[in-house]
């Protein structure tokens, strides 16, 4: 049980850094909204990371994590554990609110702008926040992967 949690953890770690930094280069490739075929088009395909490869892989990341917690007496007493699960919660709650629904919905109102149905002007609204929000989240997830792998004895927990 505990190899496949390890698993698991480390495959949505991967999922969840390379769906970042896929949604960082979209994200940077993303025309104008003026040009609203190619807008329209890059959303959809960040709304499709965000929800098909982004949410799965963080919820992974989550749940493997706080079992392997739950069922290794050892890593209750270990401070970086603790680091990892309030970053890990921080990251959960920042990955819905501030990337998967902001994309979903851009997505969606690109994909409506471009049917006609709404006004492309109220397109791109979000884009500067979702670049700092994805490069904050990526910093997050990099240093719980250097804690999961380095496991400083620094931050232990006295007993």
Do not use: C
Request: charged share 10%; proline share 5%.
């Amino acid at each position: 049980m505990r190899r496949l949690l390890k698993f698991l953890h480390t495959m949505g770690s991967a999922g969840l850094l390379g769906a970042m930094a896929a949604l960082v280069v979209l994200l940077s490739l993303a025309p104008a909204p003026a040009a609203l075929q190619g807008y329209a088009t890059i959303r959809g395909a960040m709304g499709a990371v965000a929800t098909w490869i982004f949410l799965p892989a963080l919820a992974v990341t989550l749940m493997s994590g706080l079992l392997a917690m739950a069922l290794n007496r050892a890593y209750l007493n270990a401070g970086w554990a603790w680091l990892k699960l309030a970053t890990g919660v921080l990251m959960f709650e920042g990955g819905l609110v501030y990337v998967q629904g902001p994309m979903k919905r851009e997505a969606e109102q690109s994909a409506q702008a471009l049917a006609g149905t709404l006004d492309p002007a109220v397109l791109a609204v979000s884009l500067p926040g979702e670049r700092g929000t994805l490069w904050v989240l990526l910093a997050v997830a990099t240093a719980n992967v250097a804690l999961g792998i380095w496991r400083p004895r620094v931050l232990r927990i006295p007993r």
